[in-house]
């Protein structure tokens, strides 16, 4: 008669084994997906002076890929249609970068107590986003 390893240990090594190279595969292939999945976004916020035509809005990339910056637009008050209120060249946010940017209108500027709608416009992987955001002038 011949001695070996018991059916029990055998069937037992066999499931650690697999389960082991399971948790393996896994933390490998989320690991890159997560480091291969291109996400864009951005936090902004910002103030507009009342009783001026200037403020400023803080813009910051929380995605994974660069953004460049393209048009700033405001809406409300006496800005019924869109009006283009800044256009910054050539600035390019990496990942986690932050850019203030300044703002000027023509006319009487902001209304104090005014709220007003900026629609920004950038770049991100070869595609066109907007991010808006509602301020009250103060």
Same mark, same amino acid.
């Given at each position: 008669m011949r001695r070996g390893i018991s059916t029990l240990l055998t069937t037992t090594f066999l499931i650690?084994?697999?389960?082991?190279a399971g948790g393996?595969?896994?933390a490998v292939m989320s690991g890159w997906f997560s480091s291969t999945m291109k996400t864009?976004?951005? %936090? %902004?916020?910002?103030?507009l002076l009342g009783g001026k035509n200037?403020?400023?809005?803080?813009?910051?990339? %929380?995605?994974n890929v660069e953004i460049t910056l393209a048009n700033i637009y405001v809406?409300?008050? %006496?800005?019924?249609?869109?009006?283009?209120?800044?256009?910054p060249s050539n600035v390019t946010l990496i990942t986690g970068g932050t850019a203030s940017v300044s703002l000027s209108v023509a006319g009487n500027g902001f209304?104090?107590?005014t709220t007003y709608s900026l629609l920004i416009?950038?770049?991100?992987?070869?595609?066109?986003?907007?991010?808006?955001?509602?301020?009250?002038?103060?």
């Open positions: 650690i084994m697999t389960v082991a393996v595969y896994y864009v976004g951005v %936090t %902004t916020y910002g103030e200037i403020g400023y809005v803080t813009i910051k990339n %929380t995605g809406t409300g008050g %006496t800005y019924a249609n869109e009006q283009a209120i800044c256009a209304a104090t107590g416009k950038y770049a991100a992987d070869n595609k066109e986003h907007s991010d808006a955001i509602k301020i009250t002038a103060s």
